[in-house]
């Protein structure tokens, strides 16, 4: 048996199955830096609220202060978490030595603040990134014009369940990977989130892009899309709310996403649900947070491996919120100190990801074949 350094510094074991897999020693966070730099965070809405300060806070990374526009939510994200300054102006905030910027910005407004930051700063950009396919390429071009280190917050990557699930794949205990299917019945309370009236793109846009994210982690890029997005009575002036999508990867692998997040009816019948199937295992990841939102249930990670074949419930570590938000952090840090090899979550590979993104939008504006075109 050899021991391989894959993905930035993490130690994987190959070369022969592991007879008596110990499912609780399955890799589910990311190594922690030896030496953290402060964080400044530039944008203090609900998300930084909710899972950035939890998870820097249970990380133990130091938080140097925090800007936002509106200066009353970054004084009040300051009480809430103890936090030692509120900048008074973006300048005041990159003048920090060292820091590691964390940006909890819309994407709207990600251009205009990626261009005040120094020349070769690191910072951990938020997802999307930007709100279209051009937005993106200009973010990466700026990022790559100023030398920016810069990873985008795809953090679903860093899930427990994920990261434990990219390990079983690594490992070879899955076997050839045939299926990975998304499928999701929840209920979203999209009337707590009155600035998406006003978006073009909602549900694939903000939302299932953590999953193709992810996908394209697992099995890279497709060769093509077919999608579609619809809205739903109850919430008409939203875009769209639920969506269907297959990703093409040839003739052996089946991929596909159902997504509904307007399922009114109690959480008897709510999923949400990823499974990974491969030739030889299997593993069925719950992600707890989305059923009976916002108060959600535990992670849940089940997995049938070639070594034990027999379904065992994994012990999870965390979950999806705050713990994947430590992963994209660690790594950032991590790459900047030289101790990773390599962001995950790079500019130029979220840019591939707004691109299926893209795909999937296109795919729906352009339509199926009509019925009555087959005679």
Known sequence: ?????????????????????????????????????????????????????????????????????????????????????????????????????????????????????????????????????????????????????????????????????????????LGELVEIEVRLNIQTPWETFPFLLTEPRVEIQIHTVHYLDTIRRLLGDPARVFARTVKHPHFPKLASTRSSIILDYGEMIRCCLSINHCHPFGAHQEAATIRVEGTEGCASATIGALIDYPRGQPDRLEVYTRSQKTWTEVPLIGRWFPDAFIGTMANLQRFVAGEDAALVSPVADALQTMRLVEACYVSDARGGIPLESIT
């Open 1 to 173: 048996m050899h021991r391989i350094i894959l993905d930035a510094g993490v130690h994987f074991l190959i070369g022969v199955p592991i007879m008596n897999l110990n499912a609780a020693q399955l890799v589910q966070s990311w190594p922690r830096p030896s030496r953290p730099r402060p964080i400044v965070i530039i944008g203090a809405g609900d998300i930084v609220r909710d899972a950035h300060l939890p998870a820097y806070q249970k990380a133990g990374f130091p938080v140097a202060g925090v800007f936002d526009l509106q200066r009353n939510v970054a004084e009040a994200r300051a009480r809430e978490f103890g936090l030692p300054r509120v900048f008074n102006s973006v300048a005041e905030a990159i003048a920090v030595p060292e820091a590691i910027f964390d940006f909890g910005i819309p994407p709207k407004g990600q251009e205009a603040a990626l261009e005040q930051l120094p020349d070769g700063a690191a910072v951990l950009s938020q997802k999307p990134m930007g709100n279209s396919l051009e937005m993106a390429k200009r973010i990466a071009a700026i990022c790559e014009r100023k030398k920016l280190r810069a990873a985008v917050n795809f953090q679903f990557r860093f899930c427990p369940s994920m990261l434990a699930i990219q390990d079983l794949v690594k490992r070879g205990e």
